[in-house]
T-cell receptor
Framework: AQSVAQPEDQVNVAEGNPLTVKCTYSVSGNPYLFWYVQYPNRGLQFLLKYITGDNLVKGSYGFEAEFNKSQTSFHLKKPSALVSDSALYFCAVRIVLVSGTYKYIFGTGTRLKVLA | NAGVTQTPKFQVLKTGQSMTLQCAQDMNHNSMYWYRQDPGMGLRLIYYSASEGTTDKGEVPNGYNVSRLNKREFSLRLESAAPSQTSVYFC????????????FGEGSRLTVL
């Protein structure tokens, strides 16, 4: 079955330190991978995506993600965390259905807490 | 730009009552989706609509119906609400055929007593 896993429910990091939020996937074919962020009582906001090309993808708010095909991973990273980065982060993969339409599968989310 | 607009933002129902969640997008997207978000379970797809006039079931369609009224609007109906449907519901849209991301509404928090 096609799926996305976020192995950590919560990640704590000190402000100014680098952060990593992990994501692994299981899909057939070439994956289209996404990261979204959700602030309290808000909808999800797009951060970045990997479609093809360079394995290091840069996105909004200084975030980047590294696609690793051999490890089927797409970890979210930031060199220096801010308290304002504290939020819920979701990894997602887009799959193509037989009908030619698209469906997005989400991980269970990782809560990032940046400590001042 | 409004993006994706959902109404209502909050609703409390009694078991057995019915209600409709409304969603509209102004980005001229073909595809629209309804998700529910529950603690520890991430987002689960309820129904989606690849284009105007078509709808398909997602992972958790039982107890729900949808209508793609036109290209802009995609509504979710609970015919007889149950406590298990207490959740936060998100509508999203995307452009079919494009390697694009989903755009989400702000969510509708539903409590069924």
């Amino acid at each position: 079955a096609q799926s996305v896993a976020q192995p950590e429910d919560q990640v704590n990091v000190a402000e100014g330190n680098p952060l990593t939020v992990k994501c692994t996937y299981s899909v057939s074919g070439n994956p289209y991978l996404f990261w979204y962020v959700q602030y309290p009582n808000r909808g999800l906001q797009f951060l970045l995506k990997y479609i093809t090309g360079d394995n290091l993808v840069k996105g909004s708010y200084g975030f980047e993600a590294e696609f690793n095909k051999s490890q089927t991973s797409f970890h979210l990273k930031k060199p220096s965390a801010l308290v304002s980065d504290s939020a819920l982060y979701f990894c997602a993969v887009r799959i193509v259905l037989v009908s030619g339409t698209y469906k997005y599968i989400f991980g269970t989310g990782t809560r990032l807490k940046v400590l001042a | 730009n409004a993006g994706v607009t959902q109404t209502p933002k909050f609703q409390v129902l009694k078991t057995g009552q019915s209600m409709t969640l409304q969603c509209a997008q102004d980005m001229n997207h073909n595809s629209m989706y309804w998700y529910r978000q529950d603690p520890g379970m991430g987002l689960r797809l309820i129904y989606y609509s690849a284009s105007e006039g078509t709808t398909d079931k997602g992972e958790v369609p039982n107890g729900y119906n949808v209508s793609r009224l036109n290209k802009r609007e995609f509504s979710l109906r609970l015919e007889s609400a149950a406590p298990s449907q207490t959740s936060v519901y998100f509508c999203a849209s995307s452009e079919t055929g494009y390697t694009g991301e989903l755009f989400f509404g702000e969510g509708s928090r539903l409590t069924v007593l």
